[in-house]
């Protein structure tokens, strides 16, 4: 069974940094397109960074220059680096891959269950 696992998220003050993982697991044929998202209560979630199998990297406009996303496909998991936080940004920070499952005829699109940060002002 595929699993998406997140870590790194907590409390931290604004102007700070912190770093998520994302480790994907299972029978694993190819790892696609891989991102966060993150959600606020009450809101839409959203995209906050893409990279795919070929680096090519896509941000919101929300964190350009401030997050950097990045992948290591031998340990299939990605991280996102996050600095200069802002009282905004806090959220629930969602891992998403386009993952091909060893039993499937194609990919599938798979979400962790989230990791919280919170920035305080």
């Not at 870590?7 to 966060?36: D, E, F, P, T």
């Not at 009450?42 to 941000?59: C, D, F, P």
């Not at 891959?97 to 798979?110: F, K, P, Q, R, V």
Request: some cysteine.
């Amino acid at each position: 069974q595929v699993q998406l696992v997140e870590s790194g998220g907590g409390l931290v003050q604004a102007g700070g940094s912190l770093r998520l993982s994302c480790v994907a697991s299972g029978r694993i044929l190819s790892l696609n397109r891989m991102g966060w998202y993150r959600q606020v209560p009450g809101k839409q979630r959203e995209m906050v960074a893409t990279i795919t199998s070929g680096l090519n990297t896509n941000y919101a406009d929300s964190v350009w220059g401030r997050f950097t996303i990045s992948r290591d496909n031998a340990r299939k998991t990605i991280y996102l680096q996050m600095n200069s936080l802002k009282p905004e940004d806090t959220a629930v920070y969602y891992c998403n891959a386009i993952i091909h499952e060893a039993t499937m005829l194609s990919g599938m699109d798979y979400w962790g269950k989230g990791t919280l940060v919170t920035v305080s002002s």
